[in-house]
């Protein structure tokens, strides 16, 4: 049975999240909930509503009803020191050279003295180092997203929204964040990540969230859902199956 998001509950909880563009329904009465330290798959077909429901939860986009939170706290204007959303289109500042975006990060959130050393370890391990000083409009897109997931890291918000992020990464740079996602996990982050690339689901993810039309059709572990399925089955068979 699936638990339902409590005031109890820590981490992120989506309460009953409603979206309505006119007539067309984006996500209809969603609830689910992310633990910190957890890493949470957001799974669908396409237009099931995987990124409706992120920007909602980030502030972008302004929900039609329903309920978001933060430990029991709703999030409101500052949702920012919560909450950091990585796009499935990376926007960077397009005169900022790849470190400046590290510098501007590191003051905003006013992070201690000592930053710098991590921030460097960030560029070494996503082949960032000879962009170092590269500004934001010459960087490719792969490495525009690696800049904004230094950039997240290093910012240290407790809950990360990720948008397809190994789309657009090569494979050193799908190695790395994977490495860095279980890293996360281990600090007490709540990790939620928008994916269609099954198997990245399947090695990353504790639990997965499954959306079909803007609706939950299932949840759980992900050995969970293959053995409700039959023990023989892949996630990608669950998926399916369940999508159908």
Known sequence: MRRMATEETS?????????????????????????????VGLLGPNGAGKTTTLLCIAGMVRPSGGEIRWNGQLLGLERGRSVTLIAETPEVYAMLTVWEHLVFVARACRLREGWQRRAQELLERLGLSEQRDTLGEALSKGMRQKTLIAASVLAGTPALLLDEPMIGLDPRGQRELRGML??????????????HLL???????????????????????????????????SLEDAFLEITQ
């Open 11 to 39: 981490g992120l909880e989506v309460r009953g999240l409603q979206k309505r563009y006119g007539n067309l329904v984006a996500v209809q009465d969603l609830s689910f909930f992310v633990r910190p330290g957890e890493t």
């Open 182 to 195: 279980e890293e996360l996990r281990r600090e007490g982050i709540a990790v939620l990540i928008s994916t």
């Open 199 to 233: 198997e990245s689901a399947e090695a990353i993810c504790d639990r997965v969230v499954i959306l079909k039309q803007g609706r939950l059709v299932a949840e759980g572990a992900v050995d969970d859902l293959r053995q409700r399925r039959g023990s023989e089955k």
